[in-house]
């Protein structure tokens, strides 16, 4: 039980930095920063704090992302999996036009995935609304 998992491979390099240092300055707390960058929160401190990047300075606001707080990864993979099922709807449609063959099986495809599109965006922007409440 002493083993450590992998290390994940994600680092920060100078630009990213930048972008750290401006959303401290822009007051983002550290934890969302870690989540945008996908790193852990020590990573941000060491920043902060000048263990690394002492040199970089902060990026401009207009170059920063929008404050967090962001999606939680289990978010993302349900918004990834939505994305694909509209990938694959789509896909049979373009197929079903090209083969002319049956216009209503198209458009009902085509209907489908308008429908699962918007079924994703509604998901998604109510659980953005509740994390940007504090209600996740």
Request: hydrophobic share 45%; net charge negative; proline share 4%.
């Amino acid at each position: 039980m002493n083993e450590r998992a992998e290390p994940s491979g994600i680092s920060l390099n100078s630009a990213d930095a930048a972008i750290v240092k401006g959303m401290l300055n822009r007051g983002d707390r550290q934890h969302d920063i870690a989540a945008w960058f996908g790193v852990n929160g020590g990573r941000v401190a060491d920043i902060k704090t000048g263990k690394t990047f002492a040199e970089v300075k902060p990026a401009i606001a207009n170059n920063l992302p929008a404050p967090g707080p962001y999606l939680a990864g289990k978010d993302a993979h349900a918004a990834l999996k939505a994305l694909e099922s509209v990938a694959q709807t789509t896909h049979a449609a373009l197929q079903l036009v090209r083969e002319l063959k049956d216009a209503d099986t198209a458009i009902y495809a085509l209907e489908e995935t308008e429908k699962s599109v918007n079924d994703a965006i509604a998901i998604l922007r109510e659980r953005m609304r509740m994390l940007a409440e504090g209600n996740a």
